[in-house]
């Protein structure tokens, strides 16, 4: 089983660019999470979706979008990248409810904005 | 105050001692509470559950948690160098809840042959 899949792996933007992060998993989990990793921040939660049709924002949403486009697919969009949004980011999934902190991650996205 | 605090360590410990990796957290209704490994340049990867006051042990690994004192630790019996990698801390609501888990900046544990 793939698990969980991202793409791209590796992307380089210039300010003001736009891109889509793509992320399956094929594991029938109801709910998907996108998070942001910075050194010394830890894993911070961007948005997340508890199922299909539904999403809410985390601790950091500002400068991006997310659609859920069916139970196996979230993505996450950068409308006009700033410098500020290069990190790592991390599409997770869990079956929830009941276990919800369960969570298997994706293999990352390594993103810079110059 | 942040909600999930750790140490970032490094932590070394010699090959074969026991590694203590330590967690606090803020929020007292806080019900779920769950370890990750995670080696550099890769994914975190879920090693621990524990929901309910006391040790909870796994081969090699046992979490122990005391909600009274907001406090949660791993322990790593018989450390290996393959042990090396940061082991972060998650903490989140009671199952079925909000599903949202707060992560600790995690502990960077060296294990030296």
């Known amino acids: 089983n793939a698990g969980v899949t991202q793409t791209p792996k590796f992307q380089v933007l210039k300010t003001g660019q736009s891109m889509t992060l793509q992320c399956a998993q094929d594991m029938n989990h109801n709910s998907m999470y996108w998070y942001r990793q910075d050194p010394g921040m830890g894993l911070r939660l961007i948005y997340y979706?508890?199922?299909?049709?539904?999403?809410d924002k985390g601790e950091v949403p500002n400068g991006y979008n997310v659609s859920r486009l069916n139970k196996r697919e979230f993505s996450l969009r950068l409308e006009s990248a700033a410098p500020s949004q290069t990190s790592v980011y991390f599409c997770?999934?869990?079956?929830?409810?009941?276990?919800?902190?369960?969570?298997?991650f994706g293999e990352g996205s390594r993103l810079t904005v110059l | 105050q942040k909600e999930v605090e750790q140490n970032s360590g490094p932590l070394s410990v010699p090959e074969g001692a026991i590694a203590s990796l330590n967690c606090t957290y803020s929020?007292?209704?806080?019900?779920?509470f769950f370890w990750y490994r995670q080696y550099s340049g890769k994914s975190p990867e879920l090693i621990m559950s524990?929901?309910?006051?006391g040790d909870k042990e796994d081969g090699r690994f046992t979490a122990q948690l005391n909600k009274a004192s907001q406090y949660v630790s791993l322990l790593i019996r018989d450390s290996q160098p393959s042990d090396s990698a940061t082991y972060l801390c998650?903490?989140?609501?009671?199952?079925?809840?909000?599903?949202?888990?707060?992560f600790g900046i995690g502990t960077k544990l060296q294990v030296i042959p």
């Open positions: 929020d007292r209704g806080s019900q779920s």
């Open positions: 524990i929901y309910s006051n």
């Open positions: 998650a903490v989140g609501p009671r199952r079925g809840g909000y599903q949202k888990v707060t």
């Open positions: 997770a999934s869990s079956d929830g409810p009941g276990v919800t902190g369960e969570l298997f």
């Open positions: 979706s508890a199922s299909e049709g539904t999403t």
